[in-house]
T-cell receptor, first 116, second 110 residues
Framework: NAGVMQNPRHLVRRRGQEARLRCSPM?????VYWYRQLPEEGLKFMVY????????ESGMPKERFSAEFPKEGPSILRIQQVVRGDSAAYFC??????????????FGDGTRLSIL | GNSVTQMEGPVTLSEEAFLTINCTYT??????LFWYVQYPGEGLQLLLK?????DKGSNKGFEATYRKETTSFHLEKGSVQVSDSAVYFC?????????FGAGTTVTVRA
C-alpha cells in the first residue's frame, strides 16, 4: 500500500550546487504536482506534470528550476546553482484523475532542503 | 485569483475542548474545499473535503460545511485529543491547482 514516495527526506547542499528531488507517485497515478513550503507558510504550487508532459509550470521560478516526469521512473525536481533562499520543504503529490477539482491529491512526506 | 485565509495560530487547548479553525476563501468559480493535516516531519494528509455548496465533509470527528454565502469552510471538532496536535491547512482547488492557507498550529494538552 505504498503512498507517494519522496527521496531523499533530507538534503543538504552548499550554495552553487545542484539539488535533485525525486517523487514516485502512488500506484496507478499519472498526475504529479510539486509544491514548496517555506518556513511558517502554507504550500505554494510549483508545477503540474503528466507522463512526459509539463501541464502547468506557472509556479516555478523562471531560472534554475526544472521538473520532469519521464515515461519510466520517478518525477524529478531539479534546482541548479542553489541559493540560501531555496531552503524549504518540497512536497510532491499525485492524483488519479484528469486534474478535475474534486480529485484528491495525495502527498508524500516531503524533502527538506537545506542550503549551507 | 484564488486565495485562502485561515485563522492564525498557534492554538492551545486542553483535552476534550471544542476546536474551531476559521477559514474563508476567495475564488472566481466554484472550487472544491479541503482540510489537510500535517503532523511533525510528515507530509499533508487529506482530512476532509466538500465539493459543492452546503456539503459537509467529516472524518475522525472533524467536520466542515461549505458555506457559499459566507465563502467559508470552518473546521470543528467537539472534543479534541492530544493526538490531534498538528498543523491544519485549509485549501481550495479549481481544476488541479491547490491554494493553501498559511496553516494553523494546534497543540492539545493532556
Amino acid at each position: 500500500n505504498a503512498g507517494v514516495m519522496q527521496n531523499p527526506r533530507h538534503l543538504v547542499r552548499r550554495r552553487g550546487q545542484e539539488a535533485r528531488l525525486r517523487c514516485s507517485p502512488m500506484k496507478g497515478h499519472s498526475h504529479v504536482y510539486w509544491y514548496r513550503q517555506l518556513p511558517e507558510e502554507g504550500l505554494k504550487f510549483m508545477v503540474y506534470l503528466q507522463k512526459e508532459n509539463i501541464i502547468d509550470e506557472s509556479g516555478m521560478p523562471k531560472e534554475r528550476f526544472s521538473a520532469e516526469f519521464p515515461k519510466e521512473g520517478p518525477s524529478i525536481l531539479r534546482i541548479q546553482q542553489v541559493v540560501r533562499g531555496d531552503s524549504a520543504a518540497y512536497f510532491c503529490a499525485s492524483s488519479l484523475g484528469q486534474g478535475e477539482s474534486n480529485q484528491p491529491q495525495h502527498f508524500g512526506d516531503g524533502t527538506r532542503l537545506s542550503i549551507l | 485569483g484564488n486565495s485562502v485565509t485561515q485563522m492564525e495560530g498557534p492554538v492551545t487547548l486542553s483535552e476534550e475542548a471544542f476546536l474551531t479553525i476559521n477559514c474563508t476563501y476567495t475564488a472566481t468559480g466554484y472550487p472544491s474545499l479541503f482540510w489537510y493535516v500535517q503532523y511533525p516531519g510528515e507530509g499533508l494528509q487529506l482530512l476532509l473535503k466538500a465539493t459543492k455548496a452546503d456539503d459537509k465533509g467529516s472524518n475522525k470527528g472533524f467536520e466542515a460545511t461549505y458555506r457559499k454565502e459566507t465563502t467559508s469552510f470552518h473546521l470543528e471538532k467537539g472534543s479534541v485529543q492530544v493526538s490531534d496536535s498538528a498543523v491544519y491547512f485549509c485549501a481550495l482547488s479549481e481544476y488541479y491547482k491547490l491554494s493553501f492557507g498559511a496553516g494553523t498550529t494546534v497543540t492539545v494538552r493532556a
